[in-house]
């Protein structure tokens, strides 16, 4: 069929069903919902037999939706309403929650059901509940729905609030006064799940000394303490501020705009506050202490069956100078280490995005600081490429794109979900791209396609990237499943009589490709077309500013018309 997508953002679910869709042999186009008659002239110019909107901000125009039948994905169970499922969802501590795909009509949410998945609601920021369970519900739930509308016998079921399966309802827009923080009584399990309903958008206004911020992210603490609402603690650009009943870790801030000052975006905690934090100690936590404890790190490292885990999550797979310097040291420890497989990954989200465009805009010097991170990711890749006493193993329990998919192809094999999508290109962000991936790109996928991969691009689904060779084992289910069969694998492999021959193959291939070109030269070439992309008045300046400040875009880039 041709099916036509419909969203507000090319976002991870968008394309996941974009990716599931094409892979099932559907012509699949995508048009943002700009305005509508933007939205009317896409639809004139693709001629769908069926609109889907994965994620919608606003409504469809009468006249489409009556000429067209238009399937709209919304994050709540079966006669949920409102836009803030998800948040009141985790703000009301609720075990299970459902996607549902419903028909447009005149009255928002309230069309015949066309499918409806149930998930459970794991104690996470609404971000990685929506990257993992409402999108592996949501996809079960559109590919029913597209299944019996391709059928032509399938009547959806209008809404019936007296049915005993339909116990949603018409909820109100979550806004700040639900989710105020009362520090000298909220409980640390009430501030947690305040902060995890927003963590991403819209965050928790709150103030700190003196001026109000947005709160983003919430992570328990385990062993700091202090009066209620102070700020006890930094670690590695994250605050701990303590509670009536223990203390919470605060990753990221964003300033709350002032009237007449420029749009203010998120930021490491430290960085938003600035002159603002008073002299608080920095309370550092080793990887393998964080692997044992109920704290905020973005890195831990822990070991099992002769295999090294070097676990890592930062917010929004966006990884600073910082971070991975940070990394980068704790993967040089683990080489240390008497393993013989070493698994890179985190535990269920991003795997890695590449350098962080928000720290960038933040810096004084936006160019140079992007030659700083761009260089500290390269040094990171190189120590992996370099590591030939051990099989490295990049686990992808989530998606993964521009550096940070080229940084999974530095290790030997590459494991991914299902559900991940993939984004091998850097030409949306106007950035030629390093990692050495003109080395690691092409010896995967050939010179031919790994020359489409980053001009045209598209997102990639698992399954795909596995049948090009980007991947090497696509494994089903929950993220708690996907690390359950990659410990069962990569415990094997450490105990494998292959092992040492592989290391020696290893090895002897890396010499062998240095003797034909040297890695430093690849680096050397890359980092050159960079240098041009970080110069000032180059298109990837504009690109990042409107990246950080979510600036859309006036038009459905081409790539994406189907």
């Known amino acids: 069929m041709r099916i036509l997508l419909v969203a507000s953002a090319f976002n991870s679910l968008t394309q996941r069903v974009h990716t599931e869709l094409r892979d099932r042999g559907h012509h699949v186009g995508v048009e943002l919902a700009l305005g509508d008659e933007p939205l009317r002239a896409g639809v ?4 769908p037999d069926l609109i889907l909107a994965p994620m919608l901000t606003r409504a469809i125009p009468e006249d489409i939706w009556t000429d067209h039948t238009v399937l709209i994905v919304h994050p709540g169970p079966k006669g949920d309403r409102g836009p ?3 948040d009141w969802a985790i703000s009301t501590g609720a075990r299970t929650w459902g996607v549902t795909v419903l028909q447009a009509v005149a009255e928002m949410d309230a069309g015949p059901i066309w499918a409806s998945v149930p998930f459970p609601v794991t104690p996470v920021g609404k971000s990685a509940l929506y990257r993992n369970e409402v999108a592996d519900a949501a996809l079960t739930a559109v590919l029913l729905a597209v299944q019996r509308f391709e059928s032509g016998e399938f009547q959806p079921e209008p809404l019936d609030y007296s049915r005993p399966d339909v116990r949603g309802e018409l909820r109100p827009y979550h806004a700040q006064p639900h989710r105020r923080i009362d520090w000298a009584a909220d409980s640390t ?5 305040k902060l995890r309903a927003a963590d991403s958008q819209p965050g928790v206004l709150d103030e700190l000394f003196g001026r109000e911020f947005f709160l983003h992210g919430g992570h328990n603490e385990d062993q700091l303490r202090g009066k209620p609402g102070t700020v006890v603690a930094t670690r590695d650009g994250a605050i701990c501020r303590a509670t009536v009943d223990g203390a919470v870790w605060l990753p990221q801030l964003r300033a709350r705009r002032e009237q007449g000052r420029p749009p203010t975006f998120k930021q490491p905690a430290t960085d938003a506050l600035g002159p603002l934090l008073p002299a608080v100690p920095e309370v550092p936590v080793s990887p393998a202490e964080a692997a044992t404890r109920d704290t905020w790190s973005e890195i831990r490292y822990r070991e099992q069956d002769s295999v090294g885990y070097l676990e890592f999550g930062f917010a929004g797979g966006a990884m600073s100078t910082g971070q991975c310097r940070r990394l980068l040291y704790a993967y040089e420890q683990a080489r240390t280490r008497p393993i013989g497989v070493l698994v890179l990954g985190p535990e269920r989200d ?3 995005n590449g350098i962080h465009l928000n720290v960038i805009e933040g810096a004084a010097d936006p160019g140079e600081e992007s030659w700083r991170n761009i260089n ?5 890749v190189e120590a992996i490429l370099t590591t030939t006493d051990k099989l490295v193993i990049a686990a992808l329990p989530g998606n993964a794109a521009a550096g940070g998919i080229m940084l999974t192809l530095a290790a030997d094999e590459v494991w991914c979900r299902e559900s991940a999508v993939v984004n091998p290109h850097y030409k ?3 950035l030629y791209g390093s990692e050495y991936w003109t080395y690691t790109l092409p010896r995967r996928v050939g010179a031919a396609m790994a020359e489409t991969l980053t001009q045209q691009a ?8 596995r049948a090009l060779g980007l991947v090497d084992q696509v494994i089903p289910g929950s993220p708690a499943a996907f690390w359950a069969w990659v410990r069962t694998e990569a415990g094997a492999l450490a105990d494998s009589p292959e092992l040492a021959t592989r290391l020696v193959e290893k090895k002897r291939r890396l010499a062998a490709d240095e003797a034909v070109k040297p890695l430093a030269a690849y680096r050397a070439a890359e980092l050159a077309r960079m240098r041009e992309n970080f110069a000032p008045g180059s298109p990837y300046h504009q690109l990042r500013q409107n990246f950080v400040h979510k600036v859309c875009a006036t038009a459905t880039p081409a790539h994406l018309l189907g």
């Open 458 to 465: 598209l997102p990639v689904g698992a399954r795909a990237a």
């Open 44 to 47: 004139a110019r693709f001629r």
């Open 376 to 380: 500290a990711m390269d040094d990171l």
């Open 189 to 193: 399990a009430t501030v947690l799940r």
């Open 84 to 86: 803030s499922s998800l």
């Open 428 to 430: 949306l962000m106007g």
């Open 350 to 352: 991003f795997f890695s």
